[in-house]
């Protein structure tokens, strides 16, 4: 790896130095191809996994811990910052640059009376999910591998620490800001200094002055809508919507007891911390929304006011626009109506309003249904539009609710001129395969009883390619069984 250093040699005061501790007995549990192309890297190799779990130290690398603050499930916690996680810098790739950051790594100033390690079944966790998200088209933070070891650990019971590989296009969140911002006691210099490093790094299309700034919060709006819309649109459930958890990019970042919906609830919990659901699958929407505004206070001596709420303001709208474009893809409504070779603002207005009133029935149907999410979406490659039968049909129990939903559905649809061009379409869009908790677990077992990770790779391998059918696989994309129905994570490191 050749590393640079911007953040370190640019932004003294904003983290401290500190240099992981080893693990021992170091050994590959996890290896992403597809990650590690992202930094230049090709197979991995003995010497690399001695300076990745901090038994060598990196050539390049400087070690360090970030400093930041953040709103945890809704109250301010002054200081935060790093507590398990230490950068090595800016891996230099063939397409930019990606912070590479040990997570696991041991203890740092941010580490509150924590012992700084990952368990090995919260890193495997990161690990897959990470590398499941881009597969999806969801914008993420990446995992270029994960490192099991025999080093101890304590929680509710002995366990094994490991260390997830991170790589992030930048690790800057939401919370840095609001450091910042309250920790200076008004002086804004610090905070006008990340602001202008974050455009200088990540926006350079952007100039570093109040024009730039007002455009610069516009977009940090925008890529976050756009996030969010993907995470409904796919049924993923952070878990854990803290400030400090929030990318400045717009990335999926910091992942705890996430999980992907199984059977469609609106108001799941993942997180067995979140005992308000404050967090909730159909609340991130909200939740975003409300954590850009706390964004926005800490941005509020260098960002005039108007200028915040005019961006605020354009949230809801970006992210109804993402999340109805993604799901017309999935069920193959046309962008426009199909009556017509032009429509008016005020017809889309209302075709938008139409479009998200049938997404919305399907979902209910759904729930109601107790019906699984993805394999649901999956189905409607399967649909030929212009047939009364339709095979999602077979699942319901409420017919005459389904039966009104279809017939309003066919024709939203219209015709379709090639029936398998129009469902190959629906399948590169509504995956077959996802990372279903208690996958995730079940590989983690054969890890902790026999320190067997073929399940983890399998798994991984099957992830990497959500959206084909890998008739050999098969058993993955079934719904769980009873004892892996809705599982609840808990935010343990």
């Known amino acids: 790896m050749h590393f640079k250093q911007d953040f370190f040699e640019q932004l003294d005061g904003f983290y401290s130095q500190v240099y992981p501790l080893p693990i021992s007995n170091p050994h590959w549990l ?26 060598y130290a990196a050539p390049g690398a400087s070690y360090y811990a970030q400093v930041y603050s953040g709103h945890q499930f809704g109250g301010y916690t002054p200081r935060l910052g790093d507590g398990r996680s230490i950068i090595l810098g800016e891996a230099i790739g063939p397409n930019g640059a990606w912070d590479v950051a040990l997570k696991g790594g041991g203890p740092t100033p941010y580490s509150r009376q924590g012992d700084g390690r990952a368990v090995m079944r919260s890193a495997v966790r990161e690990f897959l999910v990470s590398e499941a998200l881009a597969a999806l088209n969801v914008p993420t933070s990446r995992a270029l591998a994960v490192i099991g070891s025999d080093l101890p650990v304590w929680r509710e019971s002995q366990e094994t620490a490991a260390i997830t590989v991170r790589l992030a296009k930048s690790h800057i969140r939401f919370g840095h800001f609001e450091y910042f911002f309250q920790s200076e006691s008004g002086d ?14 990540h926006f350079t299309h952007l100039s570093a002055d109040a024009a730039g700034y007002k455009q610069w919060f516009y977009e940090v709006v925008q890529s976050t809508a756009k996030m969010i819309a993907h995470w409904q649109s796919i049924g993923f459930a952070h878990g854990v919507m803290n400030t400090d958890n929030m990318s400045i990019l717009g990335d999926t970042f ?6 992907f919906l199984d059977t469609f609830k609106e108001n799941f919990i993942c997180n067995h911390s979140d005992h308000e659901g404050r967090y909730a699958f159909g609340q991130q929407p909200g939740v975003g929304l409300w954590n850009l505004k706390r964004l926005a206070q800490a ?38 109506s199909i009556n017509s070779n032009t429509c008016t603002q005020a017809a889309q207005a209302e075709l938008d309003q139409q479009d998200l009133q049938l997404v919305g029935q399907l979902t209910v149907l759904l729930e109601a249904n107790q019906l699984d999410y993805t394999n649901s979406l999956r189905r409607v490659g399967q649909i030929d539009p212009s047939s009364s039968y339709c095979t999602l049909r077979d699942d319901m129990v409420d017919l005459a609710g389904f039966d009104t939903w279809y017939q309003a559905y066919q024709k939203r649809v219209g015709e379709v001129a090639d029936v398998n061009a129009w469902q190959g379409e629906r399948n590169s869009v509504n995956p077959k395969y996802i990372l279903r908790n208690y996958l995730a677990q079940e590989a983690i077992i054969d890890i902790e009883e026999s320190g067997d990770n073929s399940k983890l790779l399998q798994l991984q391998q099957l992830l990497s390619r959500p959206f084909d059918e890998q008739p050999e696989m098969e058993d993955f994309a079934k719904r769980p069984p009873e004892w892996g129905q809705g599982l609840i994570m808990s935010c343990s490191s």
């Open 188 to 201: 804004a210099g610090k905070l006008t200094q990340l602001v202008n490093f974050t455009i200088q790094q």
């Open 299 to 336: 941005l509020s001596p260098i960002i005039d006011a108007d200028d915040l709420i005019a961006a605020l303001n354009t949230y809801q709208t970006e992210l109804v626009n993402q999340y109805l474009s993604l799901m017309r893809a999935k069920l193959g409504l046309p962008q426009a």
């Open 254 to 259: 910091d992942f705890g007891p996430f999980a």
């Open 30 to 55: 996890g290896w992403s191809d597809d990650a590690a192309k992202l930094i230049g890297l090709q197979k991995p190799n003995n010497e690399l996994l001695m300076q990745l779990s901090a038994n």
